[in-house]
């Protein structure tokens, strides 16, 4: 027996095998877990808590909020302001128009009544015109049968010579108008030259030309339509016709207008017969 035998070994007693393949298994194992989790990702890490501090209303943003609120109200009080206006232009537009067809609706009324007035006097005239003429018919026949020579003038105003002294009758009582031919208002020639234009003469316009346009003949020997002058013979001032009885018709002036006159009221300076 050694002397050593009973002296417990300094060396670390040898492992197991089984142990170790135990231990080895384990450790791959282990390895094996690790190897998977990589492979599969990182490991998640915990949550992080973390606390935010919210931003309080400033001064300044009020401020902010407050103009545009004031913003919106001015927005709102001009578009109610512009809806008066608007409102009141279509009133005021309303009422111009009723007052301008009120205006013409007056006008027309005036108008028509004024057309009435004028049309009732002109009848009036008219008949009063036809009186006057009546009456001077008959102090006309009259004086034609009180005088041999006045009858017989009036025997003699026939045809033509009747038609010229009928219509002149006709104008008494219308204006005198310088230059005027008609119907309503006349000069003296335009009247006499009118007269034998219906019954087919044409005379020249004037008193002038009127004055030499037919056969002159004493004032002692009148017959009915011859024409009448005042002044010289081409030189005339002024013209009429006679009518008989000492009468003739004329357009004298403004005043008078176209009236039927004795020759005493204004002596014609000579005759003209054209008829």
Sequence with gaps: MSHTALIPSHRKPRRNASKTALRAGVAGGVLSTIAVAGAAGPAQAEPVTQTIEMPTITAGLSTSVAASAEATQQVALDLETQAHEDAAATTAAKAAKKAKAEAVRKAEAKKKAEAAAKAKAEAAERASRSTERTTLATTSGSSSSGSSSSSTVSSSATGSAASVVSFVQMQIGDAYVSGGTGPNSWDCSGLVQAAFRTVGVDLPRVSQGQSTAGTQVSLSSLQP??????????????????????????????????????????????AVRVL
């Design 225 to 270: 339509g011859d024409i009448l002058y005042w002044g010289s013979a081409g030189s005339a001032y002024h013209v009429g016709v006679y009518v008989g009885g000492g009468q003739f018709v004329g357009a004298q002036n403004s005043s008078t207008g176209v009236v039927q006159k004795s020759l005493d009221y204004d002596p014609p300076s000579g």
